[in-house]
């Protein structure tokens, strides 16, 4: 039995890497920034740089904000293969959040050390209202947290 069995699942976060990745390099080089296809009559292709976090928070902040959401990428990224380290077998869906988490977490750490911005290119929206465009990275993170919850209830819901 491997030490670590649950680090099995880290193929899912360098899937979701170079997803991520793969599609930032992709729109980088055929778009313009700013440049925006229709694909559906609710979703866009648009070329976006962010320089916050989610939604765009702190992206006016003057530029402290790259190393800040960098530094905490590294150490939540830390954190989480830490966690892995110490998963039974049995929490498979929680390893998999994890790699779905860290995985994004990554992807976005390498635009901010990068270029010093996030590129976003996922533009969801309903008539004249936008959701803040995102990119796999931030798709990776939400699924990851939403099955952490999952997880977390479904816990609770054994103990009970």
């Known amino acids: 039995m491997p030490k ?6 880290l193929w899912l976060a360098f899937l ?4 991520d ?6 729109i980088d ?5 700013y440049e925006s296809i229709a694909i559906v009559p609710f979703f866009n292709l648009t070329y976006v740089h962010n320089t916050g976090a989610a939604f765009s928070f702190l992206s006016e902040a003057g530029g402290w904000q790259r190393w800040f959401f960098a530094a905490l990428a590294i150490i939540m990224s830390t954190i989480m293969t830490i966690w892995l380290t110490k998963l ?14 860290l995985g994004g977490a990554i ?6 050390l990068a270029y010093g911005y996030v590129i976003d290119f996922l533009d969801v929206y309903y008539g004249t209202y936008h959701w803040p465009a995102f990119n796999i990275a931030d ?6 947290v939403a099955l952490m919850l999952v997880d977390s209830f ?7």
């Open 4 to 9: 670590f069995p649950m680090l099995k699942w």
């Open 16 to 19: 979701s890497l170079g997803l």
């Open 21 to 26: 990745q793969a599609s930032k390099i992709a």
């Open 29 to 33: 080089k055929t778009f313009a920034l």
């Open 88 to 101: 039974k077998e049995h929490e498979t869906l929680l390893a998999v959040a994890l790699s779905l988490i």
């Open 107 to 112: 992807g976005n750490l390498i635009d901010r």
């Open 139 to 144: 798709s990776a993170i939400t699924i990851g």
């Open 154 to 160: 479904k816990s609770q819901g054994k103990e009970a």
